[in-house]
């Protein structure tokens, strides 16, 4: 019996094995069916091959800067920009590993005993989700599943599309994948835009506690925000660097001195109205509009047929350089604060009771605001929103709260509750500015400046705004008469009261035009005095002798448009242009008289690298290289000893009566520069043209309405209002040596057959040229 019993417990035995290994088979292909249907999108629509090869993730637009910094993106949602591989810290993988999937290198998408944990014990050890699951979670999961049966089949799904990824890259560029693709918050989309926006730094030069804050942000990014919760991303971080020294990638000395850092967030928001070149990247994005309605994308099957500049990834390379950009940026606030802080000393209500506007009768002020009323964002919504005028013009009454733009704080804004209108008055106090620098030989623009704050104030006055020149278009009258006239700088006119009848070039009555000061010394000037010092009546002279035509003629072919109408009074300044055609037109006088339309974009390119568009120059020969040689000379005169002459001196004694509008002065600059200054009527614009041999650069400053402005020409001459930005902005390229900023003397041609030197005779002048080619001659 006792053999029996023996025999029936093996044979139980036996059946429990059997029941065992069907149950464990049953199991593995009940596992390998659910597999397998998910693969074959039984559960819902799996990614296809192609989808898996490119996963369409938003990328934005980048634009990149001549000196290879990213200026700024375009983006609506998502703010990505990829980068490989090769560009994340070993720090940043090392962090990633041990705390995200230790296993990682060991597995093929699914980490077996991972799993096993998790199940055994529901989680509390840690989860099961490799970095692989993970992206393929990022990449292919709209939303995810609210029931329990859901979560698992989301689950299955995730890993059968983390063994395809695993099939279809390398562990590389699957890490490079994940790290691009994950939000980190805050406009954060991606290592790179984390990197640049946490710690205003590239991915590659992040210190391992850096890297440590953006792995452990992995686990829940709107959780672990370090602008919100400070003490738990510090906790959080600390885990990820103990998870570093477990597994080896840190000594324990190491890990404990990086724990007992602070958190230091450089905090760098990414935003369309903030950072650098903000007026420049509003510019751009026209810019890439325009260019998208020319050139249709080669789309794939399924996919848009235009670019987006929001969501194609393409990369934008542009001229400006962000060095000097930002001594622009710098030089512009740098001035104006200043600038303004007079302005509103001279405006206030005891002084100009119609303040900011001077000269105008209450009718015309009610018109401006009137006019400024309906041109605003205000005004254009409720309109679409069906209101009444009667309502919207009542709702401009009434007080609300609102960030307005103020100088005085750290940050150029402050809360205040006060009513639209008198929202709309306030900022028209402001006055606006505008700085354009270009290479005259390129063309290439390296700052674009279009005003004090692109939040606040988003009108370019770059290239949006056109005002009167002033005297900054006399250089082309000057070039004019030179060029037809064959003058020379040293040819002479007398400074006596000029009148032109009436009938003579279109005039339909005299014109008579008076010097800025009314006086006449009655002496005779060279043409480089008169121009260095602005007399109108030498001026009026010379359009007399040469015609408008000839000017209108020459100032189209230097790139100025708009109406210029062929009239004597021209001469004075009295067409409107902007910046940025004024600032081309010039550079033709430093580039031997060969005019080069600005360029902006020298290349865009796709998220692959592929080429899509390369910039062609627009030249056109406008001036001799002689003419252009002596309309430099002219304009050097202007600094050396003309308006623009506080460039070069101490000035000791003015310093105390410009004390708070030209800030930095004295600027004793030593350098060969030629320039030109230009005030208009009421000193409602104040310009400067300024050049050295291979950087031109124009600025204008004004109030947004003409009768803005200081009532005295002490203050309100483009020497006080633009030229000091200038100044500022040379001073700070000068300090940086690789800017390659030239001191040197302006190029002068071979043979010159116009007269400069006034201090010698014309015979003297020529004797010195011959003998200067013969000693070019001689072989010593």
């Given at each position: ?13 036996s059946?429990?094995i059997?029941?065992?290994w069907?149950?464990f ?20 629509e ?15 637009t ?45 597995h093929?998408g ?43 089949i ?8 983390a063994?395809?990824l ?19 918050g ?13 710690f ?27 602008m ?17 020294y ?53 789309a ?91 309502e ?30 008198d ?11 505008a700085?354009?620098s ?9 700052a674009w ?19 009167q ?21 040293c ?12 009938g003579k070039h ?12 009314g006086?006449?010394?009655g ?27 000839p ?56 998220k ?6 390369e ?25 050396e ?18 004390k708070?509008?030209i ?6 600059f ?67 040596e690789e ?13 010159l ?20 080619d ?7």
């Open positions: 019996m006792a053999k029996a019993k023996k025999g029936n417990k093996s044979s139980n035995f059946k429990f059997k029941w065992f069907i149950l088979a049953s199991g593995l292909f009940f596992v390998f069916v659910i597999f397998q249907l998910a693969a074959w999108g039984v559960f819902g799996m990614p296809t091959f192609e989808r898996l090869e490119n996963p369409q993730t938003n990328l934005a980048e634009i990149i800067s001549s000196d290879g910094t990213t200026l700024g993106k375009f983006y609506l949602d998502d703010n990505r920009t990829p980068i490989s591989y090769n560009d994340l810290p070993q720090n940043l993988i090392q962090a990633l590993v041990s705390t995200e999937d230790v296993r990682y290198y060991d093929s699914i980490d077996a005993r991972g799993t096993l944990r998790a199940v055994v014990f529901l989680g509390q050890k840690g989860g099961a989700s490799t970095i692989s699951q993970q992206l393929s979670k990022l990449l292919f999961t709209k939303r995810i599943s609210g029931g329990a049966m859901g979560r698992i989301q689950k299955v799904k995730e890993w059968v599309i063994t395809r695993e099939r279809q890259y390398t562990k590389d560029e699957i890490i490079a994948m994940y790290m691009n693709t994950y939000d980190f805050n406009n954060a989309d991606g290592i790179r835009s984390a990197a640049r926006i946490y205003g730094k590239e991915p590659a030069d992040l210190k391992t506690e850096e890297s440590a804050v953006l792995v452990g942000m992995l686990k829940n990014s709107s959780l672990y925000n370090p919100r919760r400070e003490a738990l991303v510090l906790d959080r971080r600390n885990t990820v660097l103990s998870q570093m477990k597994y080896d990638f840190l000594s324990e000395t190491e890990s404990d001195s990086l724990q007992a850092l602070r958190l230091d967030i450089n905090f760098n928001p990414e935003s369309h109205r903030e950072g650098l070149a903000t007026y420049f990247r509003m510019y751009l994005q026209g810019f890439l509009k325009d260019w998208i309605k020319d050139n249709p994308k080669p794939l099957e399924g996919e848009r047929d235009t670019w987006n500049i929001y969501l194609d990834g393409l990369k934008v390379y542009t001229t400006i350089d962000s060095r000097m950009q930002k001594n622009a940026e710098d030089a512009v606030e740098m001035h104006m604060e200043r600038l303004q802080k007079e302005f509103f000393n001279q405006n206030t209500p005891a002084r100009n009771p119609t303040t900011p506007f001077l000269d105008l009768e209450t009718e015309e002020i009610n018109s401006i605001m009137k006019r400024a009323m309906r041109s605003s964002d205000r005004w254009r919504k409720m309109k679409a929103n069906g209101r009444s005028e009667e919207i013009v009542a709702s401009f009454g009434e007080k609300t709260e609102m960030t307005v733009f103020d100088w005085r704080s750290s940050t150029k804004e402050k809360d205040t509750i006060m009513t639209p209108t929202s709309i008055r306030y900022y028209k106090t402001f006055l606006r500015a700085m354009m270009m290479e005259p030989q390129t063309g290439h623009v390296k400046v279009g005003g004090l704050n692109y939040k606040h104030f988003q009108y370019d006055n770059v290239i949006q705004g056109a005002r020149a002033g005297s900054t278009f006399k250089p082309f009258v000057y070039a004019a008469a030179i060029d037809q006239l064959r003058l020379s700088p040819d002479v006119l007398p400074d006596n009261q000029y009148c032109i009848e009436a279109g005039n339909p009555e005299p014109w008579c035009p008076k010097n800025s000061d006086k006449y010394s002496r005779m000037y060279t043409l480089k005095h008169a121009l260095a010092n602005s007399v109108n009546s030498v001026t009026a002279q010379l359009i007399d002798r040469v015609g408008p035509k000017v209108v003629s020459i100032v189209k072919d230097l790139g100025l448009s708009g109406e210029i109408p062929e009239v004597p009074s021209i001469a004075l300044g009295t067409p409107d242009f902007n910046v940025y055609e004024m600032v081309g037109a010039y550079g033709a006088f430093a580039n031997q008289g060969v005019y080069v339309k600005p360029v902006m974009v020298t290349r865009i390119e796709d692959n690298g592929t080429v899509l568009y910039y062609v120059p627009e030249t056109k020969d406008v001036l001799s290289k002689d003419v252009a040689y002596a309309m430099v000379n002219l304009m050097e005169g202007v600094t000893g003309g308006s623009g002459v506080r460039l070069r001196t101490n000035a000791s004694k003015d310093q105390t009566v410009y708070e509008i800030t930095g002065y004295p600027y004793e030593k350098n060969p520069i030629a320039g030109k200054t230009g005030t208009t009527q009421n000193q409602s614009d104040g310009w400067f043209m300024g050049m050295v041999p291979n950087l031109v650069t124009g600025v204008w400053v004004g109030g947004e309405e003409r009768a803005t402005h200081f009532k005295s020409i002490r203050y309100g001459q483009g020497a006080s209002m633009a030229l000091p930005i200038w100044a500022l902005y040379m001073k700070s390229n000068y300090e940086n800017l390659g900023v030239s001191k040197e003397e302006f190029l002068r041609p071979e043979e057959s116009i007269r400069v030197d006034c201090s010698i005779t014309e015979e003297e002048e020529e004797e010195k040229i011959n003998f200067e013969d000693l070019e001659d001689l072989d010593f």
